[in-house]
């Protein structure tokens, strides 16, 4: 494992996942009183071991670490914040909006699962594959283990003793939160902004209706901030922020003029994932993605009144005009 000091007192930790991007980064804050931790990882084996080899090779007393914050509820990012939290005995932050999601989807009787199995039926995912994605997602909820939550109150967090601002950007999680340095101009990004790779933006049951929308507004009030070095949660750091927000970007907005064509004789959204993604191997858990990010594209086609929908035997289709986007 590299841990890599990104600054005095800053840790980059890779942290491994049971997914194609094999790692997930988070990050060590060391202070005047202790430590800090941004993010936790996934439960299970590798990541434990990962992080028991973190503490010894950092020397670190598991009680010394005074706070544990997670910047959204997906697994990656919280899935061990339960067992960290049994070591250190740190309290667990999250934005209020990500603790309401957290216990929503991985509280035990949590019916997530299910309505993401009939979200995806209406939308013309086939039968069999929606059961597969119900299935899969009862596997991942084995990767969550919840803390004790306090929700984050404040404007501003102390790492490494420096004051951060916490930004709220919403997309790929309706509550995910940012953290902002702005004497050292430091991004810390989580999966709002990511080097090479796209973040997903989905729709999901009880979440925001059109969080591509909030994605765009999010990531254009970014590019307001100076910022030299932004630390990701997946892939390399990105040393020059506005122009890969410019790229994500640019990649919606060629998305939607696809979608925009596809969607124009009248489509499911699985219809149009599958012309999207269709050419790719796909497994349920993937699929689950690829629709839900159609979807997305799709809600937000429809509520800036360039598609249309109706229902249909139970089923969404959305049609409207090929064109340019207003």
């Known amino acids: 494992m590299e ?102 989807v991985w509280s035990p009787g949590s019916t997530q699962a299910e309505e993401v199995r009939q979200m995806c039926l209406s939308h013309g995912m086939p039968d069999e594959l929606a059961e597969q994605v119900k299935a899969q997602m009862k596997v991942l909820s084995g990767g969550v283990r919840l803390p004790v939550i306090t929700p984050l109150a404040q404007q501003t967090v102390r790492l490494a003793d420096m004051d951060w601002d916490i930004l709220i950007t919403p997309g790929h999680s309706d509550g995910h939160v940012c953290l902002y340095q702005p004497e050292h101009k430091l991004l810390f990004a989580g999966d709002h902004v990511l080097h090479k790779i796209t973040p997903n933006i989905s729709r999901w049951p009880n979440a925001s209706p059109n969080p591509l929308k909030l994605y765009i507004e999010s990531l254009n009030r970014l590019k307001s901030l100076d910022i030299q070095l932004a630390l990701t949660s997946h892939a390399d750091v990105i040393p020059d922020t506005r122009q890969r927000i410019d790229e994500i970007l640019a990649h919606h907005e060629g998305r939607l003029e696809r979608v925009l064509q596809l969607a124009s004789g009248g489509r499911t959204a699985y219809e149009t994932a599958l012309v999207l993604f269709g050419h790719r191997e796909l497994n349920a858990h993937q699929w689950r993605f690829a629709l839900a990010e159609t979807l997305a594209h799709l809600v937000y086609l429809e509520d800036a009144g360039r598609l249309s929908s109706e229902i249909r035997e139970g089923r969404h289709y959305y049609y409207g005009n090929a064109g340019q986007l207003s």
């Open 3 to 104: 841990i890599r000091e990104i600054r005095e007192g800053l840790f980059r930790l890779p942290i491994p996942v049971p997914f194609p991007m094999k790692f997930v980064y988070c990050y060590l804050f060391r202070d005047r009183r202790g430590w800090s931790i941004v993010d936790a990882g996934m439960q299970h084996e590798e990541a434990v071991r990962a992080w028991k080899s973190v503490f010894d090779r950092l020397r670190i007393d598991p009680k010394a670490v005074h706070s544990l914050y997670v910047t959204h509820f997906h697994p990656d990012h919280l899935g061990l914040a339960g067992l960290l939290q049994d070591w250190t005995g740190a309290p667990v932050y999250m934005s209020p909006q990500e603790m309401t999601m957290a216990k929503q």
